[in-house]
């Protein structure tokens, strides 16, 4: 009995349908590489976001009543200052501040967050009583975003967005400069995930 082959008919045929059968596959594999980077581009920035606030409850959590001597020496900023009529949104003075290292420092921090160009910054000077030149360390905590708001919850359970108010004189033991909110509201309006807001209670 004579074995028959292929044709080349046949032959061609096969491999265009293999041809198909792969191009299938590639776009697939192709788009399945791609949804991969996009699911872990949104991990990555939604765990950028989750970082952030956690930073941020952190800090206001731990706000102390502790007023620093001004930059320039002829009187003292209050443990909290957000006014509006300066470049930082907010500068306070924190407690538990980490000492894995046994720095001869202090345990209370001076931190600052600044807003620019789209982009959340935690700014914080390495002694507690900064002098005039003094440089913070700058850290870039989050991008793509929008505005920042921070709200403040007084006694009296109104809210404001200014802290402390008006202040007369300079001694760093007057009350006024030492008082601190009971929560602080904090809003990001964020360019993809929109506007995100975390109420932090102040501890003590």
């Known amino acids: 009995m004579q074995r028959r082959g292929f044709t080349l008919v ?3 045929v096969a491999l265009f349908i293999s041809a198909i059968i792969f191009a299938i ?9 791609g949804s991969r980077g996009a699911v872990q581009e949104n991990q990555d920035r939604l765990s950028t976001l989750v970082n952030t606030m956690r930073i941020l409850s952190q800090d206001f959590g731990q706000l102390a ?9 002829d009187g003292a900023d209050p443990a909290l200052l957000a006014d509006g009529r300066t470049d930082a949104l907010v500068t306070f003075t924190r407690m538990g501040w980490a000492n894995p290292a046994g720095i001869q420092r202090p345990a209370l921090q001076r931190v600052r967050y600044a807003f620019d160009n789209g982009t959340l910054y935690r700014e914080h000077w390495r002694v507690l009583d900064p ?4 440089q913070p360390v700058r850290r870039t905590l989050i991008d793509r ?5 921070f709200r403040f919850m007084e006694n009296g359970r109104s809210w404001t967005e200014q802290w402390p108010g008006v202040v007369t004189g300079g ?6 400069l030492r008082r601190r909110p009971i929560a602080v509201e904090v809003t990001l309006e964020l360019e993809d995930f929109g506007t995100v807001t975390r109420i932090i209670e102040v501890a003590g």
């Open 10 to 12: 046949e032959l061609l």
């Open 131 to 134: 002098v005039l030149g003094a």
């Open 171 to 176: 001694d760093p033991r007057q009350p006024q």
């Open 65 to 73: 009543p502790r007023a620093t001597r001004s930059l320039v020496g």
């Open 25 to 33: 596959g590639y776009g697939a594999l192709q788009q399945a590489l």
């Open 145 to 149: 975003v929008r505005s920042v708001r």
